[in-house]
């Protein structure tokens, strides 16, 4: 079975600029959720997904949205973006939306903000 | 604030010997408990979950649950050079909310 992936892996934008990464959880999975990672803060939890539906959300500003498709794949974007927003931005997968449901890594999208 | 506590390391640990990690929470109302492996520049990667008080154990890894004094650990027998990397401990928020709490990891150096 195939694992969680993420699109694109790497990518490099200007202040201001907005960005959109895609994710396609494991199959069967149907809920996605979207972290942030940088050396000083840790893994920060932006939102939760699970049947289209945004489930949890994390204490980040309004710039950074999400959504997801019938399909179960999930997008998140990024509007004007700022250099604190470089980072490596994780995607994890699980069966379900629930505390008992473990989740699944994808490799990640690693966002440089010039 | 709920919050996952972890000591931030570097753990060093001789091949061969058990490594021991440790993770404490601050909410009581906790039920699940992950341990996660990041290699460095790679994503975190699933080692165990444990859900009840006690033991559970997967091949070099056992996992300990204490809900009463609110922590759990990880042990890794037989420790292999390939075992160091930094070990991420998530816990969920409370039993009504699906978010996972991290800690800031412990980073574990296993030398040969």
């Known amino acids: 079975k195939a694992g969680v992936t993420q699109t694109p892996r790497y990518l490099i934008k200007t202040r201001g600029q907005q960005v959109t990464l895609s994710c396609s959880p494991i199959?069967?999975?149907?809920?996605v959720s979207w972290y942030q990672q940088t050396p000083g803060q840790g893994l920060q939890f932006l939102f939760e997904?699970?049947?289209?539906?945004?489930?949890n959300k994390g204490n980040f500003p309004g710039r950074f949205s999400g959504r997801q498709f019938s399909n179960s794949r999930s997008e998140m974007n990024v509007s004007t973006l700022e250099l604190g927003d470089s980072a490596l931005y994780l995607c994890?997968?699980?069966?379900?939306?629930?505390?008992?449901?473990?989740?699944?890594f994808g490799p990640g999208t690693r966002l440089t903000v010039t | 604030q709920k919050e996952v506590e972890q000591n931030s390391g570097p753990l060093s640990v001789p091949e061969g010997a058990i490594a021991s990690l440790n993770c404490t929470y601050s909410?009581?109302?906790?039920?699940?408990f992950f341990w996660y492996r990041q290699y460095s520049g790679k994503s975190p990667e699933l080692i165990m979950s444990?859900?009840s008080n006690g033991d559970k154990e997967d091949g070099r890894f056992t996992a300990q649950l204490n809900k009463a004094s609110q922590y759990v650990s990880l042990l890794i027998r037989d420790s292999q050079p390939s075992d160091s990397a930094t070990y991420l401990c998530?816990?969920?928020?409370?039993?009504?909310?699906?978010?996972?709490?991290w800690g800031a990891g412990t980073k574990l150096i296993i030398k040969p």
């Open positions: 199959s069967g999975h149907r809920s």
């Open positions: 909410d009581r109302g906790s039920q699940s």
């Open positions: 998530a816990v969920n928020e409370g039993a009504s909310n699906y978010q996972l709490i």
């Open positions: 994890a997968s699980s069966l379900g939306a629930g505390p008992s449901y473990e989740q699944y």
């Open positions: 444990i859900y």
């Open positions: 997904y699970f049947s289209e539906t945004q489930r």
